[in-house]
């Protein structure tokens, strides 16, 4: 855990109080990955006992400030609004997560090559038929459209199946002869 700084305004900070504050807080560090830092601030404001406590993680950052009668009252208080939001946030990172890992999917495409796209033997009527050289496996990342044609760009490949951020659909992007890029995307 890292260190807690706990300042008084128009407070006298005691130990008792310190302890309390950092008991409390280790109980909820939990819901952070990493705490970069923590204050606490605690004041008092006429016959108002004010806790306020900044928790700067990682990922994100967690502010809450709450009064009460007496100072262990704000304290508690203080710390259940922190582990409530704490909570909150853990849950929309987990599911922004889950969310990217389930939108990769693996599609299987067929990539003919321009030299061998014809059969040759004929078919009844003179035509060649086309034939499949070559089946990759291609995963689909969510990406934007800038950062598909930028990947294409250094590519040597002639496309990049992606699934477009903007509107989580998929989407390919590809070289044109005219050393321009042109861009499919299927409504379904």
């Known amino acids: 855990m890292a260190a807690t700084q706990v300042t008084g305004r128009n407070f006298e900070v005691t130990d008792s109080v310190r302890d309390l504050v950092e008991k409390k807080l280790s109980k909820i560090t939990k819901y952070f990955d990493d705490v970069i830092e923590i204050r606490c601030t605690l004041s008092v404001e006429k016959y108002r006992n004010i806790c306020e406590i900044m928790i700067i993680g990682k990922e994100h950052d967690v502010k809450s400030l709450q009064e009460a009668d007496s100072m262990p009252e704000a304290i508690a208080s203080t710390v259940d609004h922190l582990k409530i939001q704490a909570q909150k946030n853990r849950k929309r990172i987990t599911e922004h997560r889950r969310r990217t890992k389930a939108a990769v999917t693996d599609w299987t495409v067929q990539v003919l090559e321009p030299g061998n796209l014809r059969v040759s033997d004929l078919d009844g009527d003179g035509k060649s038929r086309p034939r499949i050289i070559k089946t990759s496996s291609l995963q689909i ?34 070289k044109r002869r005219d050393n321009n890029f042109g861009m499919i995307a299927p409504e379904f």
Do not use: G, Q, W
């Not at 598909?148 to 992007?173: C, G, M, P, Q, W």
């Open 141 to 174: 990342r969510p990406m934007s459209i800038e950062h598909a044609a930028l990947l294409l760009d250094d590519s040597k490949n002639e496309f990049i199946v992606f699934r477009d951020v903007d509107t989580d659909k998929v989407a390919v992007i590809y």
